[in-house]
């Protein structure tokens, strides 16, 4: 197996550093401020499917989400770089942050286009892109959040199992640090319209909550 698909040992993952990321203060399409604190009526969740570019796209056109942004997360070291998650040395995986309203998309809504827009069976990978940094994650942020992607991990791999396809390896675990990644990473594909987005569902529709693009 490609070292680079196998989970680091957190004893010899890279150490990292004690300085954070520059973070820009606004969101490129949504003009919200892209670090917190956020407003008490807001809640945070955290997603991991593949290339961050496209996936976080796909998370700031639905209605009811204030800010997203990509970062690192899962993983063992501090404030690590792009080419330091990419080594496969650090455990993280890429991840979206997302700030949204309950009131206006429900929980459901952002875990029904996690599952539809990738391929959550593939281990290590999302497509061609391999390694620990592209596997499929949930980060919770609160009981209800886990609880709800358990719920919905077996209502999805009811689908698929009927539609004879694999079983779900996605990482459901408590959030941990989110660490933002590099400037030119946020909002990507907003500033490079041609970029490349990797992502592709498996077809399977989930039939939990209401996609609601605004």
């Known amino acids: 197996m490609n070292k680079k698909s ?4 957190a004893t010899k993952a890279l150490p990292g550093r004690s300085s954070s990321m520059p973070v820009p203060e606004h969101h490129d399409v949504l003009g919200s401020p892209l670090t917190g604190p956020f407003a008490p009526n ?11 570019w496209g996936a ?21 070291t501090e404030n690590p770089t792009y080419e330091e998650v990419c080594s496969g040395r650090t455990g993280h995986t890429e991840t979206v ?6 009131e206006i998309c429900p929980y459901e809504n952002l875990l029904k286009v996690f599952w539809e827009s990738h391929n959550p069976t593939q281990g290590m990978r999302q497509g ?12 919770t942020t609160t009981p209800e959040q886990a609880q709800q992607a358990q719920q919905s991990a077996q209502a999805f791999q009811a689908m698929l199992t009927a539609a004879s396809l694999g079983t779900i390896t996605t990482e459901i675990a408590p959030a941990g640090k989110f660490y933002y ?18 992502l592709a569902g498996t077809g399977v529709t989930c039939a939990i909550g209401n996609f609601i693009p605004e």
């Open 6 to 9: 196998e989970m680091v040992d």
């Open 42 to 52: 807001l809640a945070r969740a955290e997603f991991a499917l593949g290339c961050f």
């Open 56 to 76: 976080e796209r796909l998370f700031w056109t639905i209605a009811g989400v204030t800010t997203t942004a990509v970062g690192y997360a899962g993983g063992f």
């Open 97 to 102: 942050l997302v700030i949204f309203d309950p």
């Open 128 to 139: 061609n892109d391999t390694g620990t940094q592209y596997r499929s994650a949930i980060f």
């Open 181 to 198: 990644a590099e400037p030119y990473h946020q909002q990507y594909l907003d500033k490079n319209p041609g970029g490349y987005c990797g």
